[in-house]
């Protein structure tokens, strides 16, 4: 049996255990195929995990950069009490239209709210807002652009407080990141967020690699320390 085969089979086993889809997920996930979308969502159990953190975290106001079509807003929107908020930063009108569909279906529409444009834009906004959807955010999740990361990651102090969490996804990617010498901007843009996170005095963070349906690939969790 191939090495991938079985981190399927376990993922398929896992999945059905622990993170099945119901019908609001698995409508965004058809919803956004039929739309045409990259299939680039995270799956199910990463899914799971995201709603677990966002839980333990005891979230009521979190920040997602890159929506897609809204399966991980949707995991993640899940979290929140029924005050809370979610604000997702999407680049792409078209994403973000089928995102918007997908979590109206899912019941979330009176709590997440997405913004189309430049993540880095949309960041720069929110820094100057205040009101219900401002900042501080309880936990920032950031899967957009990576060659964006470290950027991300500055504004996601900015934005975050003590105590909050951030998780960047695909850190990994096939071990790429392990390469110094890459001239490929998503992994030099990964690099640089890793290197913030472990020499950011205001940062605790962590890597983890994984295996699974999307593949060898991984994430990195850091707590903000004031
Ligand atoms: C990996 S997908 C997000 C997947 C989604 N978080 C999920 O798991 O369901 C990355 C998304 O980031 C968006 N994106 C890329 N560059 C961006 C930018 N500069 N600002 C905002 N969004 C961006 C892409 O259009 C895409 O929809």
């Known amino acids: 049996m191939s090495e991938s085969k079985v981190w399927n089979d376990v993922d398929d086993y896992f999945t059905a255990q622990l993170a099945p889809d119901d019908e609001g997920l698995t409508a965004a996930l058809r919803a956004s195929e039929e739309a045409g979308l990259p299939q680039i969502a995270i799956s199910g159990t990463q899914g799971k995990l995201l709603q677990l953190l966002a839980q333990i975290q005891g979230a009521r106001n979190i920040l997602e950069i890159g929506t897609l079509g809204g399966y991980s807003t949707i995991w993640l929107a899940r979290a929140l009490p029924a005050d809370g908020r979610l604000v997702s930063l999407e680049y792409s009108a078209r994403h973000a239209e089928v995102a918007t569909g997908n979590i109206t279906r899912a019941g979330l529409d009176k709590i997440v709210e997405i913004r189309v444009g430049p993540a880095l834009d949309s960041l720069s906004r929110l820094a100057e807002e205040s009101g219900e959807n401002a900042a501080p955010f309880d936990l920032v999740f950031i899967d957009a652009d990576k060659a964006n990361n470290p950027h991300y990651l500055e504004w996601a102090l900015k934005l975050t407080r003590a ?19 890459s001239t490929t901007p998503d992994v030099i843009g990964t690099r640089a967020a890793i290197e913030l996170i ?5 940062l605790s963070g962590t890597a983890i690699q994984t295996v699974g349906g999307k593949g060898y690939d991984g994430f990195a969790l850091a707590r903000v320390l004031s």
């Open 163 to 181: 105590g909050s969490l951030i998780i960047v996804d695909n850190v990994v990617r096939e071990g790429r990141v392990a390469d110094a010498g």
């Open 198 to 202: 472990g020499s950011h005095p205001r």
